[in-house]
Nanobody, 125 residues
Framework: VQLQASGGGLVQAGDSLKLSCTVS????????LGWFRQAPGKEREFVAA????????AYVDFAKGRFTISRDNAKNTMYLQMNNLRPEDTAAYFC???????????????????WGQGTLVTVSS
């Protein structure tokens, strides 16, 4: 199983980025997916989650209204559109996958079995 996160980079405050997570080695539509992030010196934290079909999503408060999680089951890919980025959004962003029931989303890192490597997002002020 491989989860490949990409799309990070250096941007200025107020800019947008779209992260992608391409998954292989599992039956994609059987898995709920999530995004987490970890800033230097801080613990990993939940950002957003999406259920198997994509109709059910969940966000942490700081992501609501700025970030949008989505998935394309035909491409085995999940996305995180991030708008109006702030310096405090600077972190490594990780994608994760967990086999699940139809409507489930998960917001705790221990609930996910599979993880990708991080993609670094740096937001300058």
């Amino acid at each position: 199983v491989q989860l490949q996160a990409s799309g990070g980079g250096l941007v200025q405050a107020g800019d947008s980025l779209k992260l992608s997570c391409t998954v292989s080695g599992l039956f994609f539509t059987n898995y709920a997916l999530g995004w987490f992030r970890q800033a230097p010196g801080k613990e990993r934290e939940f950002v957003a989650a999406i259920n198997r079909s994509g109709y059910n999503t969940a966000y942490v408060d700081f992501a609501k209204g700025r970030f949008t999680i989505s998935r394309d089951n035909a491409k085995n890919t999940m996305y995180l559109q991030m708008n109006n980025l702030r310096p405090e959004d600077t972190a490594a962003y990780f994608c994760a996958a967990q086999i699940s029931g139809t409507g489930s989303t998960y917001n705790l890192d221990w609930q996910y079995r599979y993880w990708g490597q991080g993609t670094l997002v740096t937001v300058s002020s």
